[in-house]
C-alpha cells in the first residue's frame, strides 16, 4: 500500500508562482508513475502532469505547458509541481496520484491507470 500526501496549497494572487508536492509512504517503489490532477469547483476533475520515477520522462496538460513543472526527488519519495503565472483558470483542488507500475507516457493522462491517491490540496488563485 501506498499513502499519498500533498501539501503546499493556499491562497495566491493571478501572476504567483507556487509549489506543491507530493510525498509517497508506505510500500518503497523506484519505478511507476506520479501524476497531478485538478478538480475545480463544478468541473471534472482532469490531468495536469505526470512524471516516470525511473527516467523522468514528463507529460504536461496543454493548458499549463509552459507554465508548471513537474520534478521529483525519487530519495524523497517526493513529486514536487512548481506552479508559475497562474491564473483564476488554476484554482482547483490539486490531487496527488501514483502507480507502481510502468506505463507509457501515451496514457498517463487517464485516471484508471493510478492505483492510488491523496486526499487533495486547495490552490486558489485570485485578484
Known amino acids: 500500500q501506498v499513502h499519498l500526501a500533498e501539501s503546499g496549497g493556499g491562497p495566491v494572487q493571478i501572476g504567483a508562482t507556487l509549489r506543491v508536492s507530493c510525498e509517497a509512504s508506505?510500500?518503497?517503489?523506484?519505478?511507476?508513475?506520479m501524476g497531478w490532477f485538478r478538480q475545480a469547483p463544478g468541473k471534472e476533475r482532469e490531468f495536469v502532469a505526470a512524471i516516470r520515477r525511473a527516467d523522468g520522462g514528463t507529460s504536461y496538460a496543454r493548458s499549463v505547458r509552459g507554465r508548471f513543472t513537474i520534478r521529483r526527488d525519487n530519495a524523497k519519495n517526493t513529486v514536487y509541481l512548481q506552479m508559475n503565472g497562474l491564473t483564476s483558470e488554476d484554482t482547483a483542488v490539486y490531487y496527488c496520484a501514483a502507480t507502481t507500475r510502468t506505463l507509457i507516457m501515451g496514457v498517463v493522462a487517464r485516471e484508471d491507470v493510478y492505483d492510488y491517491w491523496g486526499q487533495g490540496t486547495q490552490v486558489t488563485v485570485s485578484s
Open positions: 508506505g510500500r518503497s517503489f523506484s519505478s511507476g508513475v
